[in-house]
């Protein structure tokens, strides 16, 4: 498994959870990483990107100010914070990686995919 994701859960909306993408080396390093999130009967939309080196993120505009995208350089893993959710933000979270791009924020920009984690916020 080249990326695997994890930290989805049910929480209430205002609350707080942090998803985690464990990366192969040859994925994580060079590479421009993000989320995205796919809620029921609605299509794959963006979340959050962060460049190779982690000096450029980019946001939706519906997560801006509640998320935040880091990479750890030394455990070879992407998180994302996600504070104050709300029932919008129930989906399945993807994290991926493009090869050559900083922090792209269209899917098909991505040419590796880890499995979801669910995350679930009830009202």
């Given at each position: 498994?080249?990326?695997?994701?994890?930290?989805?859960?049910?929480v209430?909306?205002?609350?707080?959870?942090?998803?985690?993408?464990a990366?192969?080396?040859?994925?994580?390093?060079?590479?421009?990483?993000?989320w995205?999130?796919?809620?029921?009967?609605?299509?794959r939309?963006?979340?959050?990107?962060i460049?190779?080196?982690?000096?450029?993120?980019?946001?939706?505009?519906?997560?801006?100010?509640?998320?935040t995208?880091?990479?750890?350089?030394?455990?070879?893993?992407m998180?994302?914070?996600?504070?104050s959710?709300?029932?919008?933000?129930?989906?399945v979270?993807y994290?991926?990686?493009?090869?050559?791009?900083p922090?792209a924020?269209?899917?098909t920009?991505?040419?590796?995919?880890?499995?979801?984690?669910?995350?679930?916020?009830?009202?």
């Open positions: 498994v080249q990326l695997q994701a994890s930290g989805g859960g049910l209430q909306a205002g609350g707080s959870l942090r998803l985690s993408c990366a192969s080396r040859r994925i994580f390093s060079n590479n421009g990483m993000g995205f999130r796919q809620a029921p009967g609605k299509g939309e963006f979340v959050a990107s460049s190779w080196n982690g000096h450029i993120t980019r946001y939706a505009e519906s997560v801006e100010g509640r998320f995208i880091s990479r750890g350089f030394n455990e070879g893993t998180a994302l914070q996600m504070n959710l709300k029932p919008e933000d129930t989906a979270y994290c991926a990686a493009a090869r050559g791009a922090a924020t269209a899917a920009s991505y040419n590796y995919w880890g499995q979801g984690t669910l995350v679930t916020v009830s009202s």
